[in-house]
């Protein structure tokens, strides 16, 4: 059997992965599942209830209650997208339970894409790793700490905040090494992913590096 049209996209925070993935999911006509998002949508619904984030527990139960609707309505929801999500996320998604009760979710995503689309394109942490093992293509997208930690902090500028720059650069190194170090899923390149440095290179030259990988991989 052939495999399944689908692009997976890993790499560490503000690397581009998310931008990029709309791209390519643009350029091929195929569907877009921001996994991040699904990890800030059990944080926000932990924080609607006033659930503890800290408990692993109530973390997994959480995730397990969250219906393809209830992903929909919190994923569009502004809140998704604030610190105190963020925050929430990167802990929730250390839990064994949170990430077992969106595995299946994520793989039904990509093995029949929403809307008859041709294929899926899924960006994450462990898309090539564990959600999708034996995706075509699987491009791992970085960039150093310091050009990360810059991106954030003028993204957080054109928001209105003032954040301080040294501020910005150690909560990026934190999360880094919460991703990496975790026990359960934690950021590392597949063995057989493309790693992507775009450190020095805009939007328009890593989107270009990325198809001429995409097209030699992924079955015609
Ligand atoms: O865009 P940003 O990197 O700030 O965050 P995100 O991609 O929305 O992910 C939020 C949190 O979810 C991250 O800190 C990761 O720890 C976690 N995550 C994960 O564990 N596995 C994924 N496939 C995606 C996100
Ligand atoms: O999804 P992730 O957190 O990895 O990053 P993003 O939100 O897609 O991108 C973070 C910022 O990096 C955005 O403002 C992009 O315009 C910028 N950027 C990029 O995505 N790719 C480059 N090669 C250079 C900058």
């Known amino acids: 059997t052939r495999p399944l049209p689908i692009v997976a996209i890993d790499g560490p925070a503000a690397s581009g992965k998310g931008t990029l993935a709309r791209r390519v999911a643009d350029a091929l006509g195929f569907a877009l599942l921001d996994t991040g998002a699904l ?6 619904s932990m ?5 503890d984030l800290d408990d692993p527990a109530a973390a997994a139960a959480a995730a397990r209650a969250l219906t393809a609707d209830d992903i929909a309505r919190l994923t ?13 996320a990167s802990r929730v998604s250390a839990v064994t339970g949170v990430r077992l009760a969106l595995l299946e979710f ?10 008859g689309a041709a294929g899926a394109v899924l960006d994450g942490r462990d898309i090539g790793t564990v959600i999708c093992p034996d995706a075509p293509v699987k491009l791992f997208v970085t960039a150093s700490v310091e050009v990360r930690a810059r ?7 054109g928001r209105g905040e003032t954040p ?8 990026m190194q934190a999360r880094d090494a919460r991703d990496s170090n975790r026990a359960i899923a934690p950021l590392v390149p597949a063995r ?16 270009e590096e990325a198809m001429q990988v ?6 015609a």
């Open 76 to 88: 569009a929801d502004p809140a998704l997208r604030q610190d105190d999500t963020a925050a929430g």
């Open 192 to 207: 057989d992913a493309v790693v992507l440095d775009n450190s020095d290179k805009d939007v328009r030259q890593s989107f």
């Open 164 to 171: 301080s720059f040294p501020d910005v650069l150690a909560d």
């Open 39 to 44: 990890y800030r949508a059990v944080a926000l």
């Open 106 to 115: 994520q793989r039904a995503f990509a093995a029949c894409p929403p809307g």
């Open 151 to 157: 991106r954030r902090f003028d993204e957080l500028r």
């Open 214 to 219: 995409i097209r030699a991989r992924l079955p």
């Open 47 to 51: 924080i609607r209830s006033g659930a």
